[in-house]
């Protein structure tokens, strides 16, 4: 679908791209990732399911430290190409990057999102429940409760829920806000703040963790 023409200070970053042929779009360039002074503490209230931010959490292992920096360096760029190896221009690509540099490269048929989801299945890598990690691969749909069109990487998981998700995009690689302990809701009812960014469906708004359909560790 072709992006209706905006502002340079409104354009839309398109979720769909080579190879993530979704038509899906963020209402609005996505803002600098918040403070961690910013994430508040203790579970969330109302409806929908807490999550428990209480605990400590482990530090991110070394390799899911590798994979974050990897993608996280290919922020704003079209092609995903890591120390001179080209794996291509889709979502699908950006995650196999992160995680071949991680030490954890996925088997070369593995070069789209439903297959990487697939692989996920095989080695029972499916991560339960709605607390993401940094590395997480986090897969989307075109729609809520559809096929695993789309792939990204979780670069941070903030105590309320939120994550900060890497997902290459029509534009190029681009983070988005994703919140599966509210995946229906764009701001927290608490307190606010924002915890999923605003995509469109048909055209429709959606928030982004209503399209998240599996989340994977694939680095272990």
């Known amino acids: ?3 209706p023409r905006i ?7 398109a979720l769909a791209g080579a190879g993530c042929a979704a038509p899906v779009q963020a ?13 508040r503490t203790g579970a969330p209230t109302g409806a929908g399911p807490a999550f428990a ?13 590798l994979a974050v920096e990897t993608a996280s360096a290919l922020v704003g760029r079209r092609s995903v190409t890591v120390d001179g190896k080209d794996y291509g221009s889709d979502c699908a690509a950006l995650v196999r990057a992160a995680l071949d540099r991680a030490g954890h490269a996925p088997p070369p048929e593995a070069r789209s999102a439903r297959r990487l989801y697939a692989l996920a299945e095989q080695r029972g890598a499916l991560r339960p429940g709605n607390r993401l990690q940094p590395g997480d691969v986090v897969f ?6 559809g096929a695993p069109d789309h792939a990204g990487l979780v670069a941070r998981a903030d105590p309320d829920g939120t994550a900060l998700v890497l997902h290459r995009m029509a534009r190029g690689v681009a983070r988005m806000r994703v919140n599966l302990a509210w995946p229906r ?3 927290d009812p608490a307190t606010g703040r ?3 960014d605003t995509l469109f469906v048909d055209r429709k708004p959606v928030p982004a963790g209503s399209l998240v ?6 680095l272990r």
């Open 185 to 187: 809701a764009t701001n």
């Open 1 to 3: 679908m072709t992006s």
């Open 194 to 196: 924002l915890v999923n």
């Open 7 to 13: 502002p340079a200070a409104l354009a839309a970053l």
């Open 53 to 65: 931010s209480t605990a400590a959490r482990p530090a991110p292992s070394r390799e899911a430290r």
């Open 140 to 145: 989307l749909s075109d729609r809520p409760g």
């Open 27 to 39: 209402r609005r360039p996505l803002p600098p990732p918040p403070a961690a002074s910013e994430s």
């Open 213 to 218: 359909v599996g989340v994977a560790d694939l």
